[in-house]
């Protein structure tokens, strides 16, 4: 079974993000909501209660402005932990993170992987993010914290760092690094999610940026290719406006 895991500052009564989760998913799972409105925990905490509370063999963390927008995902998420070999899987990561600039946008073409939909300024605009236009499940060293799903039993050896990143930023790099030292890492473009808002890189960022150098300091920079990105020919990736006509969110 799939245990979804979600921290939310929502009302109890807020139910869109359940349902569709659940009309979406094609068979049972399990949804667990960290109720956070009084700011008990940071995400980190907040996950590993959820970790602590599940039941699944395969565990999906994901932002609760995150939503699928095709049907049938938790059978392909089975299908692919079906590799022993598969710990994490994310819709958007890098193949390679600078020992300089942990960002996993950083590298540019090739190096970054996934595509997502954004939805921005109150659902007035909508743009299909391509970071590559590979329709394959790719290796990668990181993903972004929007959604990735982890075997369970890893949990035996790994955590997130709640005392490190005690606040929103880098707790997704920080497990990615934690998972690689047994297991592989994939971005996948056969599950689409669309997002309610983008990234930030503010000073918070920076600060937890600087906290994952000097934790990951011995081992940066990581890679799964033989490439070292060169950033003076770096190849963004891309943003096509879809004029509102972004497939609509399944809800109910």
């Known amino acids: 079974?799939?245990?979804?895991?979600?921290?939310?500052?929502?009302?109890?009564?807020?139910d869109i993000h359940q349902r569709n989760v659940q009309k979406t998913a094609g068979s049972e799972i399990e949804y667990?909501?960290?109720?956070?409105?009084?700011?008990?925990?940071?995400?980190?905490?907040?996950?590993?209660?959820?970790?602590r509370r599940a039941a699944g063999d395969i565990l999906v963390f994901m932002h609760e402005d995150v939503f699928f927008v095709e049907g049938g995902w938790a059978q392909k998420l089975t299908e692919k932990f079906s590799e022993e070999s598969l710990g994490l899987i994310g819709v958007a990561g890098t193949q390679y993170l600078f020992a300089d600039?942990?960002?996993?946008?950083?590298?540019?073409?090739?190096f970054v992987k996934g595509q997502v939909i954004h939805e921005l300024n109150q659902g007035s605009s909508y743009f299909l993010t391509v970071f590559n236009w590979q329709n394959e499940d790719t290796p990668?060293?990181?993903?972004?914290?929007?959604?990735?799903?982890?075997?369970r039993s890893l949990f035996e050896r790994i955590r997130f760092d709640d005392v490190t990143f005690d606040g929103f930023h880098f707790y997704d790099i920080d497990i990615c690094m934690q998972v690689a030292k047994s297991h592989l890492l994939k971005v996948?473009?056969?599950?689409?999610?669309?997002?309610?808002s983008g990234g930030s890189f503010n000073q918070s960022w920076k600060m937890?940026?600087?906290?994952?150098?000097?934790?990951?300091?011995?081992?940066?920079?990581?890679c799964c290719t033989s490439t070292t990105p060169d950033l003076s020919r770096r190849i963004p990736f891309e943003n096509f406006d879809l004029k509102g006509k972004a497939p609509q969110v399944t809800i109910c």
């Open 1 to 14: 079974m799939i245990s979804i895991i979600t921290c939310s500052q929502k009302e109890l009564s807020w």
């Open 32 to 51: 667990i909501r960290i109720d956070n409105r009084s700011h008990r925990y940071n995400l980190c905490s907040a996950y590993n209660e959820g970790v």
């Open 101 to 110: 600039n942990p960002s996993w946008v950083a590298a540019g073409r090739p």
């Open 140 to 151: 990668v060293v990181a993903v972004d914290g929007l959604f990735f799903a982890i075997r």
């Open 188 to 196: 996948t473009t056969d599950i689409l999610v669309k997002h309610l």
């Open 208 to 222: 937890y940026a600087s906290r994952f150098i000097k934790k990951y300091y011995s081992v940066l920079p990581v």
